[in-house]
């Protein structure tokens, strides 16, 4: 069974930029689609993005312009980064992996605060 | 994005059944058959229930079943548990290559 580990600073700054990194074991990154999904406290989930092994990915049309998410196959890890954050941003954040259309694998998630 | 659309909240006893809707478009529930569920518990992730519209992971009760018609996908919950209450959450892949999530259910036993 694969397992996902989120890893990060649990306060970011406003303005800044929030970084996350997903440690997967248990399995090969290879072959699947790697995502993060957030959630606001209190409020329901939202999809941010993925990456495919091979460095392909898609984002959230809202959050694009924001985003960056990366992927090294040699550590089994893979990374957001989202600029220019608000406090809207504060959120517990999941990796998950799967088959680029079902989340089958979530890791335990982060709380992100950001402050002003 | 625009979420695909679900009920805040869903109830029943014991026992019972209940279904939970979601209403897409043709972007996304209509024309795709990848519409998934997932279940919630309070300050867990979330899991998995349904994928494919109507596919239970090995591991998933059977009492948990989805179908799609439609703009709109449901998931049934038959023979209803205090296990079951919890948030859940559609989703389905949209025309953009992208996934779009429900706004989720709170499901109640009474």
């Known amino acids: 069974q694969v397992q996902l580990q989120e890893s990060g600073p649990g306060l970011v700054k406003s303005s800044e930029t929030l970084s996350l990194t997903c440690t997967v074991s248990?399995?090969?990154?290879?072959?699947?689609?790697w995502n993060w999904i957030r959630q606001p406290p209190g409020k329901g989930l939202e999809w941010i993005g993925y990456?495919?092994?091979?460095?392909?990915?898609n984002y959230n049309p809202s959050l694009k312009s924001r985003l960056t998410i990366s992927i090294d196959t040699s550590k089994n890890q893979f990374s957001l980064k989202m600029s220019s954050v608000t406090a809207a941003d504060t959120a517990v954040y999941y990796c998950?992996?799967?088959?680029?259309?079902?989340?089958?694998?979530w890791g335990q998630g982060t709380l992100v605060t950001v402050s002003s | 994005q625009s979420a695909l659309t679900q009920p805040a909240s869903v109830s029943g006893p014991p026992g019972q059944s209940i279904t939970v809707s979601c209403t897409g478009t043709?972007?996304?529930?209509?024309?795709?058959?990848?519409v998934s569920w997932y279940q919630q518990h309070p300050g867990k992730a979330p899991k998995l229930m349904i994928y494919?519209?109507?596919n239970r992971p090995s591991g998933v009760s059977n009492r948990f079943s989805g179908s799609k018609s439609g703009n709109m996908a449901s998931l049934t919950i038959s023979g209803l548990q205090a296990e079951d209450e919890a948030d859940y959450y559609c989703?389905?892949?949209?025309?953009?290559?992208?996934?779009?999530f429900g706004g989720g259910t709170k499901v109640t036993v009474l």
């Open positions: 998950a992996g799967g088959d680029g259309y079902n989340l089958e694998n």
């Open positions: 248990g399995g090969s990154i290879r072959n699947y689609y």
């Open positions: 990456i495919y092994y091979s460095g392909s990915s």
């Open positions: 043709s972007s996304d529930i209509v024309n795709y058959k990848y």
């Open positions: 494919g519209v109507s």
């Open positions: 989703t389905s892949y949209r025309s953009n290559s992208t996934l779009v």
